[in-house]
């Protein structure tokens, strides 16, 4: 208990005895008296805890209405506690609505903010114990534990500062427009209006201090709105959710920025005048942007549960924010955002707002943003399957890529031109591993073939993977967007349900996309060893290899099975073209006796010094060399 609360207190009670000893009828009243004053003082201490900034008001309900002495004190208490605004302090609440055809926004009295937000065209989707979906209302702002307050700094209030959530605001409704006023007196008074845009998910948001200077006590000019935001779990895919939800935010003249997504963070910025700032969920925000003048700065802060009570927890995370309003003229005026995060939405606001979709940065968001995603709208906008919209998206990005393709399957051709040559040389070196190498190489440069031809347009083709890997769980789009056997592209499609956990993850389900996936990597997989030649690279390490091949998508699947059914989608069609364009090109495309004859023109020419193949040959003539030396050296132990 601080110095200022002490005084106080000693106040409270000084009064109450000079004012009982005036008052009081006798001593067994005067004894009843300062029973009820302490009981009232005890009533404070256990609605202002000591380390709360802001008081828990009395409210008419905890008023005794029986005793009019006793309310008169209970309104010296609350003038005390609550300064200038001690009349707004105690009242009823009530609620009012405002809604278009989006939204259906709930008001408090208490507080004078919003209670809820129902967004009519979106749902919720949850599982019951049979994992039978069901969809029911999807809300935003909706949890009791939130707070939207503003710290006013009241000049006499007791603890210095009280939060607007505390105070009893007189609400008016005009059109779709609605205002809460809290007094202060004559003339003086904070009030906050929200008006309704229609066909919007947009609330234009002004706050007023009306007659205030000589009430607050702002030397900085300033107001905190302090802003707690407990996000509830809105997807069927935790893991998705909670990567992608954060507070994110811009300051003047800077590029946007957020908050770490995967552990607890804060991002101080005392000083920093901000444009915006957003709660987002992976497909929905709360977003307030200053409009004519900035926020003066911020303070943003992430907190997460720990891993063994996120399962059944309905809140994902806890976001919080603090953000210093100009209080030093009379109206601030604000926008708030509470919906979905469409791309084209908030990228009409021009401003950067559309980062908070998470496409990712660098080269990657790049590839999202400006390529894919309208590759994808200008799909969309004549076909309204979003799972063939997948199909053809896939298909032209084969096409792109189908130069760095033939590529590799033109490479893997020469290289199966060389195989008998390869199989006749290990027959005559059989014994000498590394002499079969050595002389492997020197083979491949003498036919002009680099054994690595065909790796390169795989490396290449690997931005394309990360940025759909990136695309499908943050676009908005295939959110509960059905497509065969899968309900939400957005989330893991559930074709089987397991009675147990997979081990080493916490899933039950198994993915069918993500099953064919690995039956038709295995079918490639399978197809191209036919084609290549192994055995250079010695028994153990040509046996271990090739089981690799087979054995990486297998683990892939316990990985990929709680990807977005849209990526895995995407993958399936990707193999599948994947095989075709190989067995067209290879046997249609390609004319292998055209291929033989260059490789025997090449080996007429004559040979330049240097290059890859070169540089591959004194390797392993070096490395031969090393190994004769280890050999001699064991022989003269001996």
Same mark, same amino acid.
């Given at each position: 208990m601080d110095k200022n609360t002490i005084t106080g207190f000693i106040l409270i009670f000084g009064i109450l005895m000079?004012?009982?000893?005036?008052?009081?009828?006798? &001593?067994?009243?005067?004894?009843?008296?300062?029973?009820?004053?302490?009981?009232?003082?005890?009533?404070?201490?256990?609605?202002?805890?000591?380390?709360? #900034?802001?008081?828990?008001? #009395?409210?008419?309900?905890?008023?005794t209405e029986s005793d009019s002495q006793d309310s008169a004190k209970q309104d010296v208490l609350l003038e005390l506690q609550y300064g200038a605004f001690a009349a707004s302090a105690k009242?009823?609440?009530?609620?009012?609505? %405002?809604?278009?055809?989006? %939204?259906?926004?709930?008001?408090?009295?208490?507080?004078?903010?919003?209670?809820?937000? /129902?967004?009519?065209?979106?749902?919720?989707?949850?599982?019951?114990? =049979?994992?039978?979906?069901?969809?029911?209302? /999807?809300?935003?702002?909706?949890?009791?534990?939130? +707070?939207?307050?503003?710290?006013?700094?009241?000049a006499n209030a007791a603890k210095g500062k009280i939060s607007s959530q505390d105070l009893f605001f007189e609400p008016r409704v005009s059109g779709n427009s609605i205002s809460f006023k809290a007094s202060a007196g004559p003339g003086k008074y904070f009030e906050q209006v929200y008006t309704l845009k229609p066909e919007s998910y947009a609330v234009d948001y002004s706050v007023r201090f009306s007659g205030l200077g000589s009430v607050l006590n702002t030397p900085n000019g300033t107001v905190e709105l302090n802003w707690l935001d407990y996000?509830? +779990?809105?997807?069927?895919?935790?893991? $998705?959710?909670?990567? $992608? !939800?954060?507070?994110?935010?811009?300051?003047?003249?800077?590029?946007?920025?957020?908050?770490?997504?995967?552990?607890?963070d804060k991002d101080e910025l005392d000083a920093d005048p901000i444009e915006w700032m957003a709660h987002s969920n992976q497909f929905f925000a709360s977003i307030l942007l200053a409009k004519d003048k900035p926020f003066k700065g911020g303070i943003f802060e992430t907190k997460v549960f720990e891993s063994d009570k996120r399962k059944d927890n309905p809140d994902l995370k806890i976001l919080q924010s603090t953000l210093l309003v100009p209080a030093d003229q009379e109206t601030f005026n604000m926008e708030m955002y509470l919906g979905p995060k469409d791309y084209e939405t908030l990228a009409a606001y021009?401003?950067? %707002?559309?980062?908070? #979709?998470?496409?990712?940065? !660098?080269?990657?968001?790049?590839?999202?943003r400006w390529i894919i995603r309208? /590759?994808?709208?200008?799909?969309?906008?004549?076909?309204?399957?979003?799972?063939?919209?997948?199909?053809f998206l896939t298909l032209i990005v084969k096409l792109v890529l189908y130069p760095l393709t033939y590529k590799m399957l033109h490479s893997q051709a020469k290289m199966a031109a060389l195989k008998p040559r390869l199989a006749s040389l290990k027959e005559k070196l059989k014994g000498d591993q590394s002499q079969v190498q050595m002389e492997t190489m020197k083979m491949y440069r003498e036919f002009g073939v680099n054994p690595l031809g065909?790796?390169?347009?795989?490396?290449?083709?690997?931005?394309?993977?990360?940025? /759909?890997?990136?695309?499908?769980?943050?676009?908005?789009?295939?959110?509960?967007?059905?497509?065969?056997? &899968?309900?939400?592209?957005? !989330?893991?499609?559930?074709?089987?349900?397991?009675?147990?956990?997979?081990?080493?993850?916490?899933?039950?389900?198994?993915?069918?996309?993500? @099953?064919?996936?690995?039956?038709?990597?295995?079918?490639?997989?399978? $197809?191209?060893?036919?084609?290549?030649?192994?055995?250079?690279?010695?028994?153990?390490?040509?046996?271990?290899?090739?089981y690799m091949q087979f054995i990486?998508?297998?683990?892939?699947?316990?990985?990929?099975? !709680?990807?977005?059914?849209?990526?895995?989608? $995407?993958?399936?069609?990707?193999?599948?073209?994947?095989?075709?364009?190989?067995?067209?090109?290879?046997?249609?495309?390609?004319?292998?006796?055209?291929? +033989? &004859?260059? %490789?025997?023109?090449?080996?007429?020419?004559?040979?330049?010094?240097?290059?890859?193949? =070169?540089?591959?040959?004194?390797? @392993?003539?070096?490395?031969?060399?090393?190994?004769?030396?280890?050999?001699? &050296?064991?022989?003269?132990?001996?």
């Open positions: 000079v004012w009982n000893m005036t008052m009081a009828p006798d &001593a067994q009243e005067k004894i009843e008296e300062e029973q009820r004053i302490q009981d009232s003082i005890a009533l404070i201490q256990q609605q202002v805890p000591e380390k709360q #900034v802001v008081t828990t008001p #009395v409210t008419a309900e905890t008023t009242g009823e609440e009530e609620t009012e609505v %405002l809604e278009n055809d989006l %939204l259906k926004i709930t008001f408090t009295s208490k507080g004078g903010r919003i209670k809820d937000v /129902l967004l009519k065209k979106h749902f919720k989707v949850e599982r019951d114990s =049979s994992h039978e979906e069901r969809k029911i209302p /999807l809300n935003l702002l909706g949890d009791e534990k939130n +707070r939207f307050e503003y710290l006013l700094p009241v996000l509830d +779990r809105l997807e069927l895919n935790y893991k $998705y959710e909670h990567t $992608y !939800s954060s507070i994110y935010y811009k300051p003047v003249d800077e590029d946007y920025d957020y908050c770490n997504c995967m552990q607890e021009d401003n950067e %707002l559309e980062y908070i #979709v998470p496409f990712g940065k !660098s080269i990657i968001g790049t590839a999202n309208p /590759l994808f709208d200008f799909l969309s906008s004549f076909i309204g399957v979003k799972g063939i919209v997948i199909l065909g790796c390169m347009p795989v490396v290449l083709q690997m931005p394309v993977w990360f940025a /759909l890997y990136r695309f499908f769980p943050a676009s908005i789009e295939f959110r509960q967007e059905g497509f065969l056997w &899968a309900t939400d592209l957005s !989330s893991y499609d559930a074709a089987f349900w397991l009675p147990f956990t997979i081990p080493f993850t916490d899933q039950s389900h198994l993915s069918l996309f993500t @099953l064919l996936w690995v039956i038709t990597t295995l079918i490639y997989t399978y $197809y191209n060893m036919q084609q290549m030649d192994m055995g250079n690279m010695g028994g153990a390490n040509a046996q271990m290899m090739k990486m998508p297998i683990f892939f699947l316990f990985f990929f099975n !709680s990807f977005a059914s849209g990526l895995t989608c $995407y993958l399936v069609f990707s193999n599948t073209f994947n095989i075709a364009q190989t067995l067209i090109t290879k046997n249609i495309i390609i004319d292998h006796d055209k291929i +033989r &004859a260059k %490789l025997e023109a090449h080996k007429k020419k004559p040979k330049k010094k240097g290059g890859f193949g =070169s540089r591959m040959e004194d390797a @392993l003539k070096q490395q031969q060399a090393l190994a004769a030396q280890r050999e001699a &050296a064991k022989s003269r132990k001996k």
